[in-house]
């Protein structure tokens, strides 16, 4: 697939790390399809992270995501998914491989500074979550709505 979705996390925002982190991006070769920074509330949080609602670590999750504003991206390359993931290295910042965005910039595994969707139907999914298709627009300025 050619789209994901990304997050800059509130703890990467509040610790100043937004410039560094979409110049990784950028570096990598991931062209910005949209991008705003937002805040969630707690319904729309559980929404957006229903799948995770069974974990343990549920509540914490919500309440890390609803703590101050991220940054919504949505981001194109071939092969999207698999590289963004590889960019931003493992959930845990202690296991990220050197160089990738949570060694960098995470602290644990709760706040770990970026997400980035695990499938292509994933990633549609949360792109059009957090963005009206008419703010999306294709490298040949298609309208992905
Ligand atoms: N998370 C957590 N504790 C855990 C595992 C995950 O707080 O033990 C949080 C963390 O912010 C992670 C998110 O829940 O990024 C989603 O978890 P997932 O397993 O999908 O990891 P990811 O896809 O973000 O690497
Ligand atoms: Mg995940």
Do not use: W
């Not at 995501?65 to 590889?86: W, Y």
């Amino acid at each position: 697939g050619k789209i994901t979705f990304s997050m800059i996390k509130p703890d990467a925002v509040a610790n100043g790390h937004t410039g560094a982190i979409l110049k990784m991006i950028n570096d990598a070769g991931f062209r910005i399809v949209a991008m705003k920074q937002a805040r969630m509330g707690a319904i729309q949080a559980a929404k957006f992270y229903e799948i995770h609602k069974e974990r343990s670590f549920f509540q914490e999750l919500i309440d890390f995501m609803t703590s101050g504003p991220f940054v919504a991206l949505v981001l194109e390359k071939d092969n999207a998914v698999e590289d963004f993931r590889k960019l931003i290295g493992a959930t845990d910042p202690q296991k990220a491989a050197p160089g990738t965005i949570r060694n960098l910039f995470a602290k644990n595994i709760d706040a770990n500074a970026v997400h980035g969707s695990d499938s292509d139907a994933n990633a549609i999914r949360e792109a059009s979550f957090h963005f009206a298709g008419l703010e999306m627009f294709d490298k040949d300025g298609n309208c992905m709505g």
